[in-house]
């Protein structure tokens, strides 16, 4: 790809059908390999910014590009084949398939997209391998990859699970939209030196949004949504 920023939004606004503007951004960008920490209180925009950020939703109005792309030119299967190429998502309930094994949820990323799958590794086997170091290098131990599903799983062991799966075949942008909220302040902070120590290694941007100050820390740069948005909530 060229060597265009991670992001970069122009001019955005976004508004719910039959609702007043919810986000207006003039610019915010994040550069590549940057780790930025997204803060805002709840109701704020923070999650409708994400779900544009990875082509769900479409804006109304500006330019918003991922490495150069400009998303609100692309149709919808582009846009999904996109977010799965180059973005890698850790959701909130981290949406993991229940009855599945952990190894299973980690490689779905890799089941549904060949350029992830191929970055992850050459062969099946070696995709597994990847996985394996994935979860091993998050904290999950071993004895629960392949016979443990993810309904009998603790809230950080999902957690783990979910980022090895955002991180799985390299995608170049990670997004992450409050993952740590339920867990103490030792388990976010240990959960949050791994995801970024994974993130430096393969050279992933990292945009994580939060409503709480005290993972300042552990960023590059903390952005107030309220400072970009010209919204008032």
């Known amino acids: 790809m060229n060597e265009a920023p991670a992001l970069s939004i122009r001019d955005l606004r976004f508004a719910w059908p039959g609702q007043s503007a919810l986000l207006s951004i003039e610019a915010f960008a994040v550069a590549r390999g940057e780790r930025v920490l997204l803060r805002g209180p709840s109701g704020s925009g923070k999650s409708t910014l994400l779900s544009l950020i990875g082509?769900?939703?479409?804006?109304?109005?500006?330019?918003?590009a991922v490495f150069g792309t400009e998303l609100t030119r692309l149709s919808g299967p582009a846009r999904d084949r996109f977010r799965g190429e180059h973005l890698g998502f850790i959701f909130q309930q981290f949406n993991l398939l229940p009855y599945l094994s952990v190894l299973d949820n980690v490689l779905l990323a890799c089941r549904f997209n060949p350029m992830r799958a191929r970055r992850a590794g050459a062969d099946e086997r070696a995709r597994i391998a990847e996985a394996e170091r994935l979860l091993a290098a998050l904290g999950l131990e071993?004895?629960?990859?392949?016979?443990?599903?993810a309904v009998a799983l603790s809230v950080g062991q999902q957690q783990r699970v979910a980022a090895a799966r955002a991180l799985i075949g390299r995608p170049e942008l990670v997004i992450?939209?409050?993952?740590?909220?339920?867990?103490?302040?030792?388990?976010?902070?240990?959960?949050?030196?791994?995801l970024s120590a994974e993130?430096?290694?393969?050279?992933?941007?990292?945009?994580?949004?939060?409503?709480?100050?005290?993972?300042?820390?552990?960023?590059?740069?903390v952005v107030e949504l309220?400072?970009?948005?010209?919204?008032?909530?």
């Open 176 to 194: 992450a939209d409050e993952p740590t909220s339920a867990l103490d302040a030792e388990h976010r902070d240990r959960f949050l030196e791994l």
């Open 199 to 221: 993130c430096r290694q393969s050279g992933a941007a990292l945009l994580f949004v939060s409503h709480d100050p005290a993972l300042a820390p552990h960023f590059d740069r």
């Open 226 to 233: 309220a400072a970009i948005n010209r919204i008032r909530s």
């Open 142 to 149: 071993p004895e629960l990859w392949y016979r443990r599903r």
């Open 55 to 64: 082509g769900v939703l479409r804006p109304q109005a500006g330019s918003l």
